[in-house]
């Protein structure tokens, strides 16, 4: 009988699930508020994998510190130890160069391989910034579009009964307005991505007049 009953619960809430994913469909603002905020959280999770990255960086740098520093002390004690005629003390020296000269090897490829990618990760994460700019662009545009709307069709309803209907219309297509809405966004978008390639071709250029 619980089993029953679970799922007869169980069938209930997808039904209701599925009412409400419904008119979401036909609410296109709220289907936009709701991307939006997925793309906030997105974003932010970016950021942190970004400072995550950072802070690595840093963490190989002292690593790197360390182990050339160690490198350099153990150098100088194999020197000292083959001068002074110690044989082991100056083989065990020499293996500790190596090994030391190893690590530094292997983090100086570490930290360059950090580098690359908090450079390509800065860089997108930018770009995801940018992106929830432009949706929140689009929001502010979408409702201008929804407020209005639904001003015409109250003030119709004693101005001009007989366009009620054709107001109605025009608010259930607003989806076909996000979509041609959002595809100016992306234009635009694309071009100033474009733009801002062809400024920091253009710094570079003169830069390198000055150098000359």
Known sequence: ???????????????????LDKKEEKNPLGLL???????????????????????????????????????????????????????DLSAFADQEVAAYTFQVDELHRA?????????????????????????????LQLMGKENSTRAHYQMDKILNPELVAERIGSYDDMASYI??????VEERHERSTMERRLEALEKNSAHSKEIV
């Open 1 to 19: 009988m619980t089993t029953l009953w679970q799922r007869l619960k169980f069938a209930a809430a997808t039904d209701m699930d599925a009412i």
């Open 179 to 184: 979509k041609s809405l959002g595809n100016k």
């Open 111 to 139: 930290l360059e391989e950090n580098k690359e990618e908090s450079v390509v990760l800065e860089q997108r994460y930018e770009e995801m910034k940018h992106k929830v700019k432009d949706m929140k662009i689009r929001q």
């Open 33 to 87: 508020n709701k991307y939006i905020q997925e793309a906030e959280k997105e974003t932010e999770k970016a950021g942190q994998w970004l400072e995550r990255q950072t802070t690595l960086g840093s963490k190989l740098e002292k690593e790197l510190e360390e182990a050339q520093s160690f490198l350099e002390k153990r150098q100088a004690q194999a020197d000292l130890a083959r001068t002074a005629g110690e044989n």
